[in-house]
């Protein structure tokens, strides 16, 4: 089992975990996992079966855009790091 | 085995110098100040084993010791060729020959007045930073993105500890939601523009700092002239707007970010230079919707999170300022309250990015392989 850290925004869409446990030798395989067991996330992060550009991807430390994107491998101690940008600041 | 150290006369050691040999003085510092080789560095005898190794990391460099008259650099010499180096040479003479024989020096400079050396003692010990260090800080101007949340740490703190110049752009006035987090300010300044409660605060901690108010919303029209005069740029805005005209007026005039944002418990911290790490453009090329990143007056924010973020924003500074030690560029830091847990993704110059890529208007010829490289 790979771990998914859940960005804050999408922890309602989990039911509060910051965590999620997924099976899956890819990214894309893991997240289809993650998608399975939180239908709501899918809508939330997808556009036409596609991971939204707006949600960066981390294995372990590394951006998956500079490795293999979706199809970046993914062992059973590594984490997945789902990471939207945030706002806030000042007010 | 004992070793032999050369020794040489001053008239020696001023050809050598001439023939590129690196000057190291290990005095101290009190000793440096009232005067010191023109081109040396300072090194005191006992630091030599702990910092040789960023002052020449090159063991077979042609190293120039010198002290005093030529104990302290005789020792030296032997703790050096005991760790290594190769070529080591320290001069056995009163260092007023070395002037006799016309070797470059440099007369002492006034750094800091007596109040500053008093007031920033503490900091002026640390050998990172010394007098000269603090001179940097008294010298540097640094403007803060927002008299807020992430703001006002980095308001208290650098101000105290001596950066000469803060400018303050924030276009707000004091209200009683700000005060569980925006220290700054407090409940004698509701209704007072946050620039003037920002300048009477950091007056009260250090009269010296200059503070420069612009009261105003940074936009695409005032950004370039807001942050032209400044060395690094805090950003601590509340919108994703904000902060891409931010990012790309600073890559053209190549100014440092030190990024901060927080969202209820949780933080992350970065530092942008333009063309030497990534920009945020790089890290976030397409912002989220707005339901996605909703600002702490929609989604909340515990009172310490920005004091976290903000301090670790401040130590950013300190070490751009100061040109020591290894900032956040490169590195994405992401705080959470909730676990105490800190965790880093690296980030990555994009080489189609927009704002700093292969094709940016702005870029100077492009050094960098076409991978994208971490800082």
Same mark, same amino acid.
């Given at each position: ?91 | ?8 006369? *001053? ?5 050598? *110098? ?318 959470? *309250? ?38």
């Amino acid at each position: 089992m790979s771990t998914i850290r859940i960005p804050p925004v999408l922890r309602e869409n989990t039911g509060g975990s910051r965590t999620v446990d997924v099976t899956g030798g890819t990214v894309a395989e893991a997240l289809d996992d993650l998608f399975g067991r939180h239908p709501a996330l899918r809508d939330r992060v997808t556009e036409d079966g596609e991971l939204s550009r707006f949600i960066n991807v981390y294995v372990n430390d590394r951006d998956v855009r500079y490795r293999d994107g979706l199809d970046t491998a993914v062992g059973a101690d590594d984490t997945i790091i789902l990471l939207p940008a945030m706002a806030g600041g000042s007010h | 085995m004992t070793t032999e150290i050369r020794e040489v006369s *001053a008239a020696e050691a001023v050809a050598l *110098a001439r023939d590129g040999y690196h000057v190291i003085d290990v005095r101290e510092p009190s000793e440096w100040n009232a005067g010191h080789v023109d081109g040396a560095t300072l090194l005191p005898l006992n630091d030599v084993p702990s910092r040789i190794g960023d002052v020449a990391p090159d063991k077979a460099a042609p190293l120039l010791l010198h002290c005093a008259v030529g104990g302290r650099s005789g020792r030296a010499a032997a703790k050096l060729v005991e760790l290594g180096y190769t070529n080591v040479v320290s001069m056995k003479a009163p260092l007023g020959h070395w002037k006799e024989q016309g070797g470059p020096w440099e007369e002492p400079r006034q750094l800091l007045t007596p109040a500053q050396q008093r007031r920033y003692s503490r900091q002026t010990l640390i050998p990172e930073i010394g007098q000269e260090g603090q001179r940097k800080l008294l010298d540097a101007k640094v403007l803060l993105i927002g008299a807020g949340a992430l703001g006002s740490p980095s308001a208290l703190y650098l101000s105290a500890s001596g950066i000469g110049t803060i400018g303050l752009v924030d276009d707000d006035v004091v209200e009683e939601s700000n005060l569980q987090r925006q220290v700054l300010h407090g409940v004698d300044r509701l209704g007072m523009r946050k620039v003037d409660s920002g300048e009477l605060t950091i007056r009260g901690l250090n009269p010296e700092t200059v503070v420069v108010k612009h009261a105003e919303r940074l936009n695409a029209d005032n950004v370039e002239r807001l942050i032209a005069d400044y060395d690094v740029i805090v950003d601590g805005t509340d919108n994703f707007d904000t902060r891409y005209i931010l990012n790309d007026a600073a890559v053209k005039l190549r100014k440092p970010i030190v990024h901060g944002s927080i969202y209820r418990w949780d933080g992350q911290i970065t530092t942008f230079v333009p063309f030497e790490g990534p920009c945020y453009r790089c890290m976030y090329p397409v912002q989220p919707p707005e339901e996605l990143a909703p600002a702490c007056s929609v989604a909340g924010v515990l009172g310490v999170l920005p004091g976290v973020i903000g301090m670790l924003q401040s130590n950013e500074v300190f070490k751009l300022v100061l040109g020591v030690g290894e900032t956040l560029a490169g590195r994405l830091l992401m705080f959470d *309250a909730m676990g105490t847990t800190f965790d880093e993704v690296r980030i990555w110059r994009d080489p189609a990015c927009p704002a700093c890529g292969d094709a940016s208007p702005h870029a100077a010829p492009i050094q960098q392989p076409a991978q994208p490289v971490a800082v």
